[in-house]
């Protein structure tokens, strides 16, 4: 077989880098969804102010209900209001971080959690002054398990001290226990609806679920994607 040429190569690898997703804060920081998201970010920097919540898990009762998207747009909201914010993909079953922001997924959470690599070896420059991600790494065969783990623990201590918001990406309350397991180690959660898709009593039933294991849901967020705004809105802390 004839080497292919330079060029070729070239193009070839270019073609196999990730390509960022329209976020729209950072596409459209003027636009509707883009104030709504600020309009969620001051909720979450005013909640709680005796003790305010560090380290947040966003879930919703079902799957694409938005969670991934509210994730990244929250976390570049917060860090453009210079919060230093750390984001991570704790959906270890269908991650997206990595796409949204245009990252490689060859190490991550998942490396971190296997003892391969430290948080700061993984840990990623996420388009924004003062955001960092953390993508999943590779599946594994026992999310549940490495999510409940010591180095989990380890790993949200260590974030802890070193960002002012944690933010934790996870699959959906109905499906998996992972989001439950994530709680318990946060100080929170926001839990994401899709105004057309959900169903009211799904999200009774992921409000009691949550709230059944102690966990403090913060907020729920709506998302409706055929909104005229195109964006979220945030219905404030009702379940604080
Ligand atoms: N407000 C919105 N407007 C338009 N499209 C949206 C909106 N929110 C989410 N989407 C789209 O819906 C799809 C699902 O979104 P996303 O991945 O954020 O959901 P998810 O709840 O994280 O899904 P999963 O359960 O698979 O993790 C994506 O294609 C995303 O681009
Ligand atoms: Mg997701």
Redesign the pocket.
Known sequence: MPPVPWKARQRKQEEAEPRR??L?TLLDPTGG?SEDYRTLRTSLLYSLVDEPPKAIVIT?P???????????NLGVVLAQAGKRTLVVDC?L??P?MHQ?FGLRNLQGLVNVLVGERSSEEVARGGAVRDLEVVTSGSLPPNPSELLGSQRFSEFLEGARQEFDYVLL?A??VE?VSDPIILCGQADGALL?F?ARNTRKGSLKQSVHNLQAVGTNVLGTVM?????SK???YYDGYAYG
């Open positions: 997703e329209s729209a969804a919703s079902g799957p694409g209900e938005g969670k991934s998207t509210t994730c990244a959906d079953r269908k997206r949204l990406d699959p959906p499906l994401v899709d998302n409706s994607a055929s909104s195109g964006g979220y």
